[in-house]
């Protein structure tokens, strides 16, 4: 599907950021199905958009699990465009794998060069292969503080309930931050005026008409 397929007004827009064979495409395939399918392919992005209920409200959500990421100079130009079409990001990295785990700060960068607060949340995958554990949990946490952001340790393979826990957290955060913005947007003086009429005493003989509110 080509982007400008896109939804018109998605509510929002996630990508997944991770070194391969960290879980990306089971994590995607997971929160979006609530499937594992166990083998996913990886020879090309996959843009995917459904609606879902979140606390009771339909949402248009995108998802974007990228393809390989080849080194080099395209690497910057991928992630750049992949980071200005996404409002939202997924830091992956596998629990097993401490490639994975040392090269997220290195996206973490690209994401801020393009977006001085990334949305962003931490994902450490693969938790249901404890035996096999190269990162500790407090390492993640400490990561996760760096990035000021939160951290979740789950398992694509084992239940889709923290999966999906992680993206509605995500996905509030956008709400959050859209909401800000819009009121960062709104022009001043009626932001004064609005704060006077409601400093006021609320009484009908007391309201600003719409003439004073500039
Ligand atoms: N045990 C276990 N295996 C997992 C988990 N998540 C993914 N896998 C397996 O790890 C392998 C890689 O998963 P993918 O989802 O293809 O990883 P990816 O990050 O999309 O990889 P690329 O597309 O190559 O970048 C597959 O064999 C998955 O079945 C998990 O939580 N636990
Ligand atoms: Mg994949």
């Not at 309930?161 to 859209?178: C, G, M, P, R």
Request: charged share 30%; proline share 4%; aromatic share 10%.
């Amino acid at each position: 599907m080509s982007r400008r397929d896109s939804f018109k007004s998605a509510d929002a827009r996630i990508v997944l950021f991770g070194e391969r064979n960290v879980g990306k495409s089971a994590v995607a395939v997971r929160f979006i199905t609530k499937r594992f399918i166990g083998e996913y392919d990886s020879s090309q992005d996959f843009h995917y958009q459904f609606q879902t209920n979140i606390k009771d409200e339909n949402v248009n959500i995108e998802v974007l699990d990228p393809g390989p990421i080849p080194r080099g100079q395209n690497r910057d130009r991928i992630i750049l465009n992949h980071t200005l079409w996404g409002d939202s990001f997924v830091l992956i990295y596998s629990i097993t794998d401490r490639k994975s785990f040392n090269s997220i700060m290195n996206f973490y960068q690209s994401l801020c060069n393009v977006k001085p607060k990334p949305v962003v949340i931490l994902m450490a995958n693969k938790s249901d292969l404890e035996h096999k554990r190269k990162v500790l949990k407090s390492e993640g946490t400490q990561l996760a503080e760096l990035m000021k952001c939160p951290l979740y340790e789950c398992s694509a393979a084992d239940g889709f309930e923290s999966i999906t826990q992680a993206f509605h957290d995500l996905y509030h955060e956008v709400l959050k931050k859209k909401k800000e913005r819009k009121y960062s947007l709104s022009p001043r003086p009626l932001r004064s005026a609005m704060g006077k009429l409601f400093r006021r005493n609320s009484t009908k003989a007391n309201l600003l008409s719409p003439d004073s509110l500039v």
